[in-house]
């Protein structure tokens, strides 16, 4: 029955139509109806010469499918270059340059809806462009349904209203998936469907591949992120995920020019990965025959913005870590930093609030909206709560009794169940140097998830957070804080270390800290073979020119990155990332 849908949808017979007809070509589309037939509806003969086949599992089903469907596409795609080319020979070009048109199909659908059912109104000539979604065929009557950026209508195609040319070429070479351009006037047709009489069209461009299925559409969800394009055509709402998008960025920008930041650009490729903890991506430039990596976050170039006297400055751009995939991680994604002198990160808090208050009021009008069945209430002001309170909370541990005692924090963290003690990944107990390492492994395993309702998680351990202003309350800890919404970190913040000694001994213990997990795990791949390459595969090294713009004095400031591709995925019921980018990072097909 497949094959039979691909030929209905490719409109063989309308094809078939333009030819002359003869009894062994009458006789064509039975056959292949017989052909296509599944064993229930098999002649009474076949079924006394064999049983009928085994039920098929739904696996067994897809199976057969995805066999026949390449030689299906085959076969619509020759019959389409086929038209194409005896369109050239009569004189038509399927591929056009252009298209004068006077509306979109939702300005039509706005304007002419006072019509009365069976109205016809000529006193205007309209004129729109579109791509054929579906096509029914009725003697000297043919329906189009034609599909713009804006939404669809109706094209009422009557043999009547036409060239005789026009109306063959109409039912010969025209096919679901075609983009064509059709002038006329307006009609409601007796059943109240809104049309475009069409007494023109013209073929924009000929579509050589036919689209999915009608009834299922695109449901392979690899398939659906790997060939985006198809998948916005087979499922229209996709679309406004990506409108919803713009709206948000464009939301973005204006909040922050509403509060006097400017947007600057820094550099994709840089000579050292600093500003955040993750696997870098590197290439090699051959003129300047060096290693340069892809930016893992814009922190150090927007506060040289700051050194050189920009006060308020931002950055929305692309950021790349070579690291997992999965369902909230893509190896590129967009965020914005901003930077602010003279301000701490209670300034930051109030920034996020702004932001995500202002989008989605832009997105939705309201503040109380639905994720994934769960309503979320993005009214202000949002919870605040210190990462040591939440853990004790969720577990019972208070680990500021713990001084620096790495040890003691480990065997306490070791009891909970759950808890990651193997030696594979960066983050397991295995790996803490710290007790602020193990207090923060201990918050991502049992606190994060938690947090649904928007809460800022704050006061970070200094172990973990080297570009954060010590704390000026709490030894050990830093001015830091993250902002979750629905278990997931959407905003990550700090008042700005400025004090260039410090910093530099930071990345240097943090440089030490690396090296030696880096040197362990390669121990134990060597003695267990139990390592692979991982986060700490990667060589860290300073920053000097950075260091070197702190000495030249940095104001008193705060920052913070605000992950976009979350944000939406919030504001548009995404359970993922890759919903919410146009063309996600995939594996290699198999």
């Known amino acids: ?41 098999a002649t009474t003969n076949q079924k006394q010469q064999q049983p009928p ?47 004068d048109r006077t509306h979109t199909t939702k300005k039509l659908q706005e304007e002419y809806t006072h019509l009365e059912n069976g109205e016809i109104f000529e006193e205007v000539a309209v004129s729109i462009a579109g791509r054929i979604v579906a096509r029914r065929a009725f003697g000297k009557l043919v329906f189009m349904t034609i599909r713009d950026d804006t939404g669809t209508i109706q094209l009422y195609c009557e043999k009547d209203n036409l060239t005789e040319d026009q109306f063959e070429q109409l039912k010969a070479f025209i096919d679901i998936g075609d983009i064509i351009g059709a002038s006329g006037s307006i009609k409601k047709t007796e059943k109240g469907e809104l049309s475009l009489y069409t007494k023109n069209f013209e073929i924009l461009t000929k579509s050589l591949l036919p689209l999915p299925d009608k009834y299922h559409g695109l449901t392979d969800v690899d398939k659906r992120y790997r060939q985006r394009y198809v998948d916005m055509i087979a499922n229209p709402e996709v679309a406004d995920v990506f409108r919803t998008r713009a709206k948000v960025v464009s939301e973005i920008r204006k909040t922050m020019e509403s509060f006097g930041f400017i947007e600057v650009e ?14 870098p991506f590197i290439t090699y430039h051959n003129s300047l025959q060096r290693d340069l990596y892809l930016r893992i976050a814009t922190e150090l170039h927007l506060k040289r913005m700051l050194v050189g006297g920009l006060e308020r400055v931002y950055e929305i751009g692309r950021i790349f870590r070579n690291e997992g995939i999965s369902t909230r991680h893509n190896p590129e994604f967009t965020t914005i930093e901003m930077y602010e002198a003279y301000s701490d990160y209670e300034s930051m808090m109030k920034m996020a609030e702004e932001i995500v208050v202002r989008c989605t009021m832009a997105t939705h009008g309201k503040l109380k909206i639905d994720y994934q069945g769960t309503e979320i209430s993005l009214e202000r002001p949002w919870r605040r709560e210190t990462m040591h309170s939440l853990v004790k909370e969720a577990t019972g541990i208070d680990f500021n009794i713990f001084g620096q005692d790495v040890e003691s924090a480990k065997s306490a963290a070791r009891g909970l169940p ?19 390492h193990v207090l923060n492994e201990v918050f991502e395993t049992f606190v994060e998830s938690t947090l649904v309702q928007p809460t800022f998680v704050l006061d970070y351990p200094v172990e973990i957070s080297p570009l954060a202003k010590p704390h000026r309350s709490y030894a050990g800890l830093t001015e830091r804080f993250e902002l979750f919404i629905c278990g997931r970190e959407i905003g990550n913040a700090f008042s700005e270390l400025t004090d260039p000694i410090d910093q530099r001994r930071r990345f240097e213990n943090q440089i030490k800290q690396h090296n030696a997990t880096r040197a362990a795990r390669a121990k134990v791949k060597f003695t267990e073979d139990q390592g692979d390459e991982d986060d700490y595969s990667y060589e860290v090294c300073l920053d000097e020119d950075f260091l070197t713009s702190l000495e030249y004095g940095m104001p008193p400031a705060s920052g913070m990155g605000l992950g976009i591709d979350r944000l939406v995925m919030l504001l548009t019921n995404s359970a993922s990332i890759r919903d919410v980018i146009a063309f996600p990072v995939l594996k290699i097909q198999q």
Request: charged fraction near 25%.
């Open 418 to 436: 759950g808890i990651n003690t193997g030696s594979r990944g960066s983050t397991s107990l295995q790996s803490c140097s710290s007790v602020g």
């Open 53 to 99: 086949p085994p039920p098929r599992l739904p696996q067994d089903r897809r199976r057969r499918n995805a066999s026949t469907s390449t030689s299906d596409r085959d076969s619509i795609r020759a019959i389409r270059l086929k038209k194409v080319e005896e369109l050239r020979g009569k004189g038509y070009e399927p591929y056009a340059y252009k298209w």
């Open 266 to 279: 820094t550099p994709v490729l840089q000579g050292a990965a600093g500003g955040a903890e993750a696997r």
């Open 1 to 41: 029955m497949d094959a039979l849908r691909a030929w209905r949808a490719s409109n063989l017979l309308g094809f078939a139509a333009s030819r002359v007809v003869t009894a062994a070509s009458a006789a064509r589309p039975l056959r292949l109806r017989l052909r296509c037939c599944s064993s229930a509806a």
